[in-house]
């Protein structure tokens, strides 16, 4: 961990947590949650992932029931909307935790938001910790993640066992709600703009006759990389489209960014052209694939051949 973030931390064994989202993401932290030893009651609208991660964790208790028991629940859903669902809505975690429970919530969202959540669950006696993360699925399976957090120290420290078992670095950003979406917010403009040069980046090369290969042998070792280049190019060059994080996310990111930046009368034309792209292949009927996906309005527009499938199914 970073002389920034969250330190001398330790799992505690004993430790008990509700997870709620058992997608890409959410499926490897709760992984990393049951390897640190806490106990994990997992819940997802997918059937077959909550019933195969029941199996690993050896429970298969009800939401009312794990939630009595519950040290906290962990959130990994899509947006805003599916968090304030899952906190306040029919089956809401809000009226079935136990007072001094703690929310990690880990959804990107406004931060105008995350100080809603805090402040409606305070009222009922439970804590929130704003804890968007940071990745990919492959860190997130092992416990490798970067985690903007911010809240009071008493939600911190209800969390601090799931945190050091999902995460490689957790930084504190404030001692309420907010800052840490903000900061997510950041991340997720410089990640869709990267994520779109690096689509960019590969049609023209392509064009020109490039092999994809030696693009991803080449860029890596100059100064024009990026994380997103080397994470995301290698699943352009294997012609590999499945959702790891799709279109459809960084319309909305990119989206929450924007609003934002308008709300403060500040222009991202940058920002704006990235999610522009986005939202064209959303249109496209690209928004459940990956999100390099937005390569293909390039090939469509000129006839750029992408490199074909190459990668086994898992």
């Avoid at 509700?18 to 959410?26: I, S």
């Avoid at 009071?152 to 930084?171: K, N, S, Y």
């Avoid at 909305?252 to 034309?269: F, N, Q, S, W, Y």
């Avoid at 496209?284 to 937005?294: F, H, Q, S």
């Amino acid at each position: 961990m970073s002389a920034n973030a969250l330190s001398g931390t330790t799992a505690a064994p004993g430790r008990q947590f509700v997870l709620l989202g058992l997608g890409a993401m959410g499926y490897g932290i709760g992984r990393s949650l049951l390897r640190a030893g806490l106990a994990v009651d997992g819940f997802d609208l997918n059937r077959d992932a909550q019933n195969r991660f029941r199996a690993e964790a050896g429970l298969d208790r009800t939401l009312e029931d794990a939630c009595g028991e519950a040290d906290g629940a962990i959130l990994v859903v899509v947006n805003a909307a599916q968090t304030e669902d899952a906190l306040f809505g029919a089956q809401g975690l809000a009226d079935r935790l136990r007072p001094g429970a703690v929310v990690v919530s880990c959804a990107t969202i406004d931060a105008q938001k995350a100080i809603e959540f805090e402040a409606r669950l305070a009222s009922k006696g439970i804590l929130y910790l704003d804890a968007p993360i940071s990745g990919g699925s492959a860190r997130a399976a092992k416990g490798q993640l970067t985690i903007m957090a911010s809240g009071t120290p008493h939600a911190f420290g209800r969390a601090e066992a799931a945190l050091d078992a999902m995460a490689e670095t957790v930084f504190r950003l404030g001692d309420c709600a907010g800052p840490g979406s903000a900061m997510k917010s950041v991340n997720q403009l410089l990640a869709g703009i990267h994520i779109a040069a690096t689509a960019e980046a590969f049609a023209f090369g392509l064009a020109q006759g490039v092999d994809a290969d030696q693009i991803m042998q080449v860029i890596p070792r100059c100064a024009g990389s990026s994380w997103m280049f080397e994470n995301r190019g290698p699943y352009i060059a294997d012609g590999d489209y499945r959702p790891h994080s799709a279109v459809d996310i960084f319309v909305k990111d990119l989206g929450i960014v924007t609003d934002t930046a308008k709300g403060a009368a500040l222009d991202l034309p940058v920002a704006a052209a990235a999610l522009a792209r986005f939202k064209e292949a959303s249109l496209n009927g690209l928004g459940r694939e990956g999100d390099v996906a937005v390569v293909k309005l390039y090939a469509q527009a000129s006839g750029v051949g992408l490199p074909p499938k190459r990668y086994e199914e898992n």
